[in-house]
């Protein structure tokens, strides 16, 4: 069974940086395409960035807008998400995802976590 488990959310000030990592176990982590996904309270979830098994990246531009880095690494199994420059607006719980399709629909992957708080004060 796969199991992806967020860590690295928290309370920060607006422009502060925070990294969130991704662990994954359970499955053959390098074919998989992961990704970044958050949901605001009152929003629907959206799309934050994805990488591929080959390390292609994809990130949605209107709201990441060069701030964030997705990244994995193979040998421990983990992805992350660098992000700087954080604003308020970024306040939201924060989702992995693992699957075998690289894509930005949140219901195109197979396996999710529980998700990790991302609080950024003004």
């Known amino acids: 069974q796969v199991q992806l488990v967020e860590s690295g959310g928290g309370l920060v000030q607006a422009g502060d940086s925070l990294r969130l990592s991704c662990a994954v176990s359970g499955g053959t982590f390098s074919l998989y395409a992961v990704g970044w996904f958050r949901q605001a309270p009152g929003k629907e979830r959206e799309f934050v960035a994805s990488i591929s098994k080959f390390r292609t990246t994809t990130y949605d531009e209107d709201s990441v807008k060069g701030r964030f880095t997705i990244s994995r690494d193979n040998a421990k199994n983990t992805m992350y998400l660098q992000m700087n420059g954080l604003q308020h607006e970024d306040t939201a719980v924060y989702y992995c995802?693992?699957?075998?399709?690289?894509?930005?629909?949140?219901?195109?992957?197979?396996?999710w976590g529980q998700g990790t708080q991302v609080t950024v004060s003004s």
């Open positions: 995802a693992a699957g075998r399709k690289f894509s930005r629909r949140g219901d195109e992957y197979d396996y």
